[in-house]
């Protein structure tokens, strides 16, 4: 069983940073590739980054390539979200995901098995 906790979320001027955190209580997390995904009021959820299970590999959304930075501790079985440059098309709920273990990593919700609960992110113009 995986339980991805996100934190880090909150109020943010547009141009600011934020670091998003999400900790996962699982042996297995570090076989697992993770990503972070938003969801903005009326639409749907969509892929941000995702990166593999060794952080060997990272992938990101157009929109926010060159902006944001994935990574993970495998030690501490937490992936992190450093957002940078925000803008106020950034603002949404952001979720942290867990694929299966050992499988090809994914960028579209139904790649991944378990979500955490979100955490909100706003960005003020």
């Known amino acids: 069983q995986v339980q991805p906790v996100e934190s880090g979320g909150g109020l943010v001027q547009t141009g600011g940073s934020l670091r998003l955190s999400c900790a996962a209580s699982?042996?297995?997390?570090?076989?697992?590739?993770m990503g972070w995904f938003r969801q903005a009021p009326g639409k749907e959820r969509e892929f941000v980054a995702a990166i593999s299970w060794s952080g060997g590999s990272t992938y990101y959304a157009d929109s926010v390539k060159g902006r944001f930075t994935i990574s993970r501790d495998n030690a501490k079985t937490t992936v992190y979200l450093l957002m940078n440059t925000l803008k106020p098309e950034d603002t949404a709920v952001y979720y942290c995901?867990?694929?299966?273990?050992?499988?090809?990593?994914?960028?579209?919700?139904?790649?991944?098995?378990?979500w955490g609960q979100g955490t909100q992110v706003t960005v003020s113009s």
């Open positions: 995901a867990a694929g299966p273990p050992r499988n090809v990593i994914a960028t579209i919700p139904n790649g991944y098995d378990y």
């Open positions: 699982a042996r297995t997390f570090s076989y697992r590739n």
